[in-house]
């Protein structure tokens, strides 16, 4: 693509775009979350709550069913 090409395709888009929902804060860091790697802030705090999950370190609790050991 040509760079006057790309100006045109720029330009028709609009300037007031309105987002759906309010930004929220970073989970991690509180800061303004970015777009490019919601909900966080930046890459690193992505990639901080990646390795907590992978590590165990958050857990999603499981009810357990008395039943299940009478089979």
Known sequence: MT????????DNQPNNITRL???QPCPLCKKK???AFHPFCSVRCANIDLNRWLSGAYVIPVAENENEDEM
């Open 3 to 10: 760079t006057k090409l790309k100006n045109q395709m720029n």
């Open 21 to 23: 929902r309010p930004t």
């Open 33 to 35: 979350s970015e777009q």
